[in-house]
Nanobody, 134 residues
C-alpha cells in the first residue's frame, strides 16, 4: 500500500519560513517526479514545485520562485518544501504527490522544466493547511 505522510507547521505569521515534509511508504520517491501543489479556497489546484532525483531537475512556479525550495532526501524517502518570506497570499492546503508517468519533471520545447499537471500525479498526501496571518 502506498501512503504519504505530510508534516509541518501550519500556522505562521507573515514573513515566516515553515518547512513541509512528505514521507512515503510503499513507493520510492527517487524513481519518479515528485511535486508539491497547493489549493486556496475558491481557486484551482496550483503546481508549486517539482523535483526529480533521476536527473536532479528542480522546478518552482513563478509565484514562489526565489522563496520556495524543494528538496529530496533519498535515504529517508522524504521530500521537503522550504517556504520563506510568506505573505498571506500563500495561505492554502499544500499537497505532495508522485507522478508515476515520469521519472523527471516535464520539459517544454525550449528545454525548460515545468511541473506536470495535477492529473498526471497518481498518489497524493493528505494535505497540510498552511495559514499565513499578520
Amino acid at each position: 500500500e502506498v501512503q504519504f505522510v505530510e508534516s509541518g507547521r501550519g500556522d505562521v505569521q507573515v514573513g515566516g519560513s515553515p518547512r513541509l515534509s512528505c514521507t512515503a511508504s510503499g513507493l520510492t520517491f527517487k524513481d519518479y517526479a515528485i511535486g508539491w501543489f497547493r489549493q486556496a479556497p475558491g481557486k484551482e489546484r496550483e503546481g508549486v514545485s517539482c523535483v526529480s532525483a533521476s536527473d536532479g531537475s528542480l522546478v518552482n512556479a513563478d509565484s514562489v520562485k526565489g522563496r520556495f525550495t524543494i528538496a529530496i532526501d533519498n535515504a529517508l524517502n522524504t521530500v521537503y518544501l522550504q517556504m520563506n518570506s510568506l505573505p498571506p497570499e500563500d495561505t492554502a492546503v499544500y499537497y505532495c504527490a508522485a507522478n508515476l508517468l515520469r521519472r523527471r519533471c516535464a520539459r517544454d520545447f525550449s528545454g525548460d522544466y515545468y511541473n506536470p499537471r495535477a492529473h498526471e500525479y497518481a498518489y497524493w498526501g493528505q494535505g497540510t493547511q498552511v495559514t499565513v496571518s499578520s
